[in-house]
T-cell receptor, first 117, second 116 residues
């Protein structure tokens, strides 16, 4: 069983501050995805990282995949109230089941981010 | 609609009753997942369907849980003899065949199940 430890679990900051969310595992993943979820809705994909050491930027969000593909981080610069939500990392491993193979996602427990105006 | 549709959006049931949750995936998506999410927590994998292949049921927590996918499209998750610990949000997601590493999952808004 692949486990993803996400930290911190809760983060409450003021508008304009920077923050980093971490996602760690002892397992190697073929890729890692970050999702954002708002109350009453399903998670929405933000980014996928595939290569060890890869860095991707999405406006004020910077995502990094560890060199060994076991960990990842999400850094937000100058956070805004609109960034408030639940951030989830999800690692993908290849599974052989039922005569086929597929990429199975294992989710971390999430980070609840609140950005105060 | 263009997205994943789940119904009902909310379900309150008495302990011991059976419930059925429905998921309509995005047209053309062959992969379908069910996840369970407790309040403010991460997602727990339940079951995966891919085309006509046998489903991966490894995440179902007990034999009270079952799921079907008819005609490779609509899926139903059934919970028999519900217990209070079954209370959670049940999320369905679909994607193109999971052969590509970066295929994103498209989630529905979930069914919030409350067992009283």
């Amino acid at each position: 069983t692949q486990l993803l430890e996400q930290s911190p679990q809760f983060l409450s900051i003021q508008e304009g501050e920077n923050l980093t969310v971490y996602c760690n595992s002892s397992s190697v993943f073929s890729s890692l995805q970050w999702y954002r979820q708002e109350p009453g809705e399903g998670p929405v994909l933000l980014v996928t990282v595939v290569t060890g050491g890869e860095v991707k930027k999405l406006k004020r969000l910077t995502f990094q995949f560890g060199d060994a593909r076991k960990d990842s981080s999400l850094h937000i610069t100058a956070a805004q109230p609109g960034d408030t939500g639940l951030y989830l990392c999800a690692g993908k491993v290849k599974i052989n089941a039922g005569g086929t193979s597929y990429g199975k996602l294992t989710f971390g427990q999430g980070t609840i981010l609140t950005v105060h105006p | 609609g263009a997205g994943v549709s789940q119904s009902p959006s909310n379900k309150v049931t008495e302990k011991g009753k059976d419930v059925e949750l429905r998921c309509d995936p995005i047209s053309g998506h062959t992969a379908l997942y069910w996840y369970r999410q407790s309040l403010g927590q991460g997602l727990e994998f339940l079951i995966y369907f891919q085309g006509n292949s046998a489903p991966d049921k490894s995440g179902l927590p007990s034999d009270r849980f079952s799921a079907e996918r008819t005609g490779g499209s609509v899926s139903t998750l059934t919970i028999q003899r519900t217990q209070q610990e079954d209370s959670a949000v049940y999320l369905c997601a679909s994607s193109f065949r999971q052969g590509a590493y970066n295929s994103p999952l498209h989630f529905g808004n979930g069914t919030r199940l409350t067992v009283t």
